[in-house]
Nanobody, 127 residues
Framework: QVQLEESGGGSVQAGGSLTLSCTAS?????????MGWFRQAPGKEREGVAR????????YYLDSVEGRFTISQNSAKNTVYLQLNYLKPEDTAMYYC???????????????????WGQGTQVTVSS
């Protein structure tokens, strides 16, 4: 089964926190180099928020979330997390978990690098 299952989205006020979880199937775990989180707001392009290289643990953050968001992984649970703190209204978006088999490092994140996607979980931040 090829599956990424996200949970943890919701509605919060500005300054609040949420924790997103993404559990990957064994098929994806056996193939992934990186796990990442993307987000897409209405009318905007999908943008990479955070990425973790599965073996090295190297982490990338989008500039606008660095210091507020934290990506982590629990290999025993095949799960990657995104802790969202000090949320702002501009963080409102659908958040997607994704897995990449191939090249997935560098100074940015491209959706084209990612082979598998979850269904998305909505994060809404009110002012």
């Amino acid at each position: 089964q090829v599956q990424l299952e996200e949970s943890g989205g919701g509605s919060v006020q500005a300054g609040g926190s949420l924790t997103l979880s993404c559990t990957a199937s064994a098929y994806i775990i056996s193939r992934r180099n990186c796990m990442g989180w993307f987000r897409q707001a209405p009318g905007k392009e999908r943008e990479g928020v955070a990425r973790i290289h599965s073996n090295s643990g190297w982490i990338y953050y989008l500039d606008s979330v660095e210091g507020r968001f934290t990506i982590s992984q629990n290999s025993a649970k095949n799960t990657v997390y995104l802790q969202l703190n000090y949320l702002k209204p501009e963080d409102t978006a659908m958040y997607y978990c994704a897995a990449a088999e191939g090249v997935c490092w560098g100074t940015s994140m491209s959706p084209d690098q990612y082979n598998y996607w979850g269904q998305g979980t909505q994060v809404t931040v009110s002012s």
